[in-house]
């Protein structure tokens, strides 16, 4: 009976030790942070082309703007999460402005996932790594390095294991940054004993 009821460390073991060794193989070939070359030509939804750098410069004004209005809170709403969970006076807030004709900005995550689905890798990849740690979607944006890009696209599923680990201490409690880095590991795992 007791030698059932520890069965269970088994695989728990043969996983713990998996991930140990993708961590090593992982930190021994780690590569540096990806560097985004500014003056790549990226294709803007309205079909027009522009440098990274003139693509960053509003996101980089906006979020000095919004710096400066935590520091100075107002009464206007927060601005509305993916997931949408500030509240439904903001979500009407932004069908209202959607109505009116204002346009809402468009942020790094939308446009790379745009150009992913475009099939331009070379942009994502720049526009995914170009996005802040401090952003909320760094997370996502790690995710989808790690896994869509460097480890199903490029091959290299070792240089996503440090952008997943960056998605899960970004979102420790996402579901689907758990799922992807499982298979960034489980890739690696079978990269290594090829």
Same mark, same amino acid.
Do not use: H
């Given at each position: 009976?007791?030698?059932?009821?520890?069965?269970?460390?088994?695989?728990?073991?043969?996983?713990?030790?998996?991930?140990?060794?993708?961590?090593?193989?992982?930190?021994?070939?780690?590569?540096?942070?990806?560097?985004?070359?500014?003056?790549?030509?990226?294709?803007?939804?309205?079909?027009?082309?522009?440098?990274?750098?003139?693509?960053?410069?509003?996101?980089?004004?906006?979020?000095?703007?919004?710096?400066?209005?935590?520091?100075?809170?107002?009464?206007?709403?927060?601005?509305?999460?993916?997931?949408?969970?500030? @509240?439904?006076?903001?979500?009407?807030?932004?069908?209202?402005?959607?109505?009116?004709?204002?346009?809402?900005?468009?942020?790094?995550?939308?446009?790379?996932?745009?150009?992913?689905?475009?099939?331009?890798?070379?942009?994502?990849?720049?526009?995914?790594?170009?996005?802040?740690?401090?952003?909320?979607?760094?997370?996502?944006?790690?995710?989808?390095? @790690?896994?869509?890009?460097?480890?199903?696209?490029?091959?290299?599923?070792?240089?996503?294991?440090?952008?997943?680990?960056?998605?899960?201490?970004?979102?420790?409690?996402? @579901?689907?940054?758990?799922?992807?880095?499982?298979?960034?590991?489980?890739?690696?795992?079978?990269?290594?004993?090829?």
């Amino acid at each position: 009976m007791r030698r059932r009821s520890l069965l269970w460390l088994i695989p728990l073991s043969v996983i713990l030790i998996m991930v140990a060794v993708v961590q090593l193989v992982a930190s021994r070939a780690e590569r540096a942070r990806l560097q985004v070359d500014l003056e790549m030509m990226i294709t803007m939804p309205d079909g027009g082309v522009l440098p990274l750098r003139e693509v960053l410069a509003p996101i980089e004004s906006r979020s000095a703007a919004s710096e400066a209005q935590l520091a100075a809170p107002s009464g206007a709403p927060e601005a509305l999460r993916r997931d949408g969970e500030p @509240g439904e006076e903001v979500a009407d807030a932004a069908i209202e402005a959607r109505s009116a004709g204002v346009a809402q900005p468009i942020t790094l995550c939308d446009l790379a996932e745009q150009r992913l689905r475009g099939g331009d890798i070379a942009q994502a990849k720049a526009l995914y790594a170009s996005v802040a740690p401090g952003d909320a979607d760094y997370g996502l944006a790690q995710r989808r390095l @790690g896994w869509e890009i460097q480890t199903r696209f490029e091959g290299d599923p070792l240089a996503g294991v440090g952008s997943v680990n960056r998605s899960l201490r970004a979102n420790p409690l996402d @579901g689907n940054a758990w799922q992807d880095a499982s298979r960034v590991y489980l890739e690696s795992v079978t990269s290594i004993f090829r």
